[in-house]
Nanobody
């Protein structure tokens, strides 16, 4: 059974930083892509960043240069380092992977950027 568990969200002031974690079980993050998504109130879920099995990463234009996705294979964990946070980054953040054509999502972690 594949499970993803996010953590690390919270309240932060504009310009601040947070690091989100996505711990996987039932699959290896080193052999699958893991994506980060977010959903703000009243908006559709949107893609934020991805790290693929080979280690390459990709980012949405809105977070390019501010967010960084990384992976710790020993801990089977993917991280999302978020810097220079803006109020518009406020959302529930989810990690997602796909194993044998089945998509798996974590439960999400709330990030609120506000003064």
């Amino acid at each position: 059974q594949v499970q993803l568990v996010e953590s690390g969200g919270g309240l932060v002031q504009p310009g601040g930083s947070l690091r989100l974690s996505c711990v996987a079980s039932g699959t290896l993050v080193s052999t699958n892509f893991v994506g980060w998504y977010r959903q703000a109130p009243g908006k559709e879920r949107e893609w934020v960043a991805t790290v693929v099995s080979g280690g390459a990463t990709g980012y949405a234009d809105s977070v390019q240069g501010r967010f960084r996705v990384s992976r710790d294979n020993a801990k089977n964990t993917v991280y999302l380092q978020m810097n220079s946070l803006k109020p518009e980054d406020t959302a529930v953040y989810f990690c997602q992977t796909e194993v044998r054509r089945t998509k798996y999502w974590g439960q999400g972690t709330q990030v609120t950027v506000s003064s």
